[in-house]
């Protein structure tokens, strides 16, 4: 995990360890520091694969997919988001370059390959309606949905406080309670400790 950008975005590089293949997670910014920590670990990176469309999420995700060659993934109800980042940027002050069009557009139900591994995507909106989170074994990549202690803010445009609450109970919560949680911003946790102490539940 590499914490990127100036609103402190984490991006996962989930790798195989056989085959030294990997896949990015919401490279929000910093691509330069990414591409450096791919080449330092000698992976070729096969997919980019993206909870959202917030432009802290996917500031950096040009220069990856020009580098990389990799396909970009998004749900097509982040698809216009994502293409309106620098717009975005534009509101905190921040220059964010736009995003190439998505390869791939993913929804509910969906699998996405890597290896000998699969990806269940499941649609969770709420933050925004087309986030997603990425799910695969006891490990699940969650985006701006759920935090350690908190939830994704609901306020900005297309957010819709109890969608995303629905998106939690009935998506997120169901998995095994030592399923990790890998959020957008903060630490990491678990299913059971979110169902146990998270106060908007």
């Known amino acids: 995990m590499m914490e990127v950008g ?6 996962y590089l989930v790798e195989h360890v056989a085959t030294r293949k990997a896949v990015v997670f919401d490279p929000g910014g910093d691509g ?7 080449a330092r670990l ?10 959202h469309g917030h432009f802290d999420h996917v500031g950096a ?26 717009r975005q940027g534009m509101l905190f002050g921040l220059s964010v370059p736009d995003p190439p069009a998505p390869d791939v557009l993913v929804e509910e139900g969906n699998t996405v390959g890597f290896e000998d591994q699969e990806f269940l995507v499941a649609h969770t909106p709420g933050h925004t309606p087309g986030c997603v989170s990425y799910i695969v074994g006891k490990r699940a990549f969650v985006g701006d949905l759920i935090f350690a202690g908190s939830i994704g803010r609901t306020d900005l445009p297309g957010g819709n406080h109890g969608q995303l609450i629905e998106s939690v109970r009935k998506k997120i919560f169901p998995l095994p309670d ?14 059971g400790e979110e169902k146990r102490s998270n106060p908007f539940f």
């Not at 100036?6 to 991006?11: C, E, Q, S």
């Not at 030592?178 to 299913?191: I, Q, S």
């Open 32 to 38: 330069e520091a990414i591409l450096d920590e791919i």
């Open 61 to 86: 995700v040009g220069l990856l997919r020009e580098k990389t060659r990799a396909p970009v993934h998004i749900h097509p109800g982040d698809a216009d988001r994502m293409a309106g980042a620098s």
């Open 6 to 11: 100036p609103l402190a975005v984490n991006a």
């Open 178 to 191: 030592d399923t990790v949680l890998f959020p957008g911003h903060g630490p990491a946790t678990t299913v």
């Open 42 to 51: 000698g992976l070729t990176v096969t997919k980019i694969l993206l909870t």
